[in-house]
């Protein structure tokens, strides 16, 4: 089997990184690790400056693109709104039309039966002597 060849090259690397550190500090191990640790305060802030979208008012353009997006919100909030509340008044008056059709058959038909009742009411009443 053969076995990866990156940890290897991993630690000769960190070893090469160590001796550089120790052979330009003179062999001092306390100003190897200072110089290392100013380059790589060097080498992040170089990082940071080179981000993109990345300004002095950072904080400005987020504020401004905040209140965009909330007046989007809004405005579609509103659309919304206003769609629910037609719907609702035009939901209301079919009802209102439905109730009043229904009551309208509905008396009709109370009045076809109560006609069929007092037709067969005299029609009964005559067989055992009533008017």
Known sequence: MSRSKAPAAFVL??????????????GSPRAAEKQ????????AAKIKG???????N????GRRV???IGAKVDDAVETIN???SKAKS???SYAKAT??????????FDRKVEEGAAKSKGWFSSWFGGK
Do not use: M, N, W
Request: glycine residues 10%; without cysteine; hydrophobic residues 30%.
């Open 13 to 26: 690397a960190a070893a090469g990184g160590v001796g550089y550190y120790l052979y330009a500090a003179g």
């Open 36 to 43: 290392f640790e100013s380059d790589a305060h060097h080498v």
């Open 50 to 56: 080179e981000l993109p979208h990345r300004s002095t």
């Open 58 to 61: 950072v904080e400005h353009e």
């Open 66 to 68: 905040g209140q965009e």
């Open 82 to 84: 206003r769609d629910i």
């Open 90 to 92: 035009e939901t209301e």
């Open 99 to 108: 109730k009043a059709d229904t009551l309208k058959k509905i008396d009709q």
